[in-house]
């Protein structure tokens, strides 16, 4: 293995987690901003009132996606798998 085989991998590692968690921190951010959104029309300026929604939306994202995280987690799995195995 040399310095581009290690390049590569790393750079299909990293976009396989950008891939495999854009949807929850889509979400997170979706309901972020629209709760500032809120609490700036309202002035209702608690701390706490973010926290669970988010919490709530991102969890609800993940067991929507989560067949979709497991088959990209899977892929890139595999082709690790299939590199090792053919010697990079």
Do not use: C, H
Request: proline fraction near 3%.
């Amino acid at each position: 293995m040399n310095a581009v085989d290690a390049l590569d991998l790393v750079q299909a590692a990293i976009w396989t987690v950008i891939v495999a968690s854009g949807p929850a921190v889509a979400v997170a951010m979706t309901v972020g901003i629209v709760i500032a959104l809120g609490q700036a029309l309202t002035q209702i300026q608690e701390m706490t009132l973010t926290f669970i929604p988010k919490i709530v939306a991102i969890l609800l994202m993940i067991l929507v996606t989560a067949p979709f995280m497991g088959a990209t987690l899977f892929a890139f799995t595999e082709s690790v798998y299939a590199r090792i195995e053919t010697g990079f």
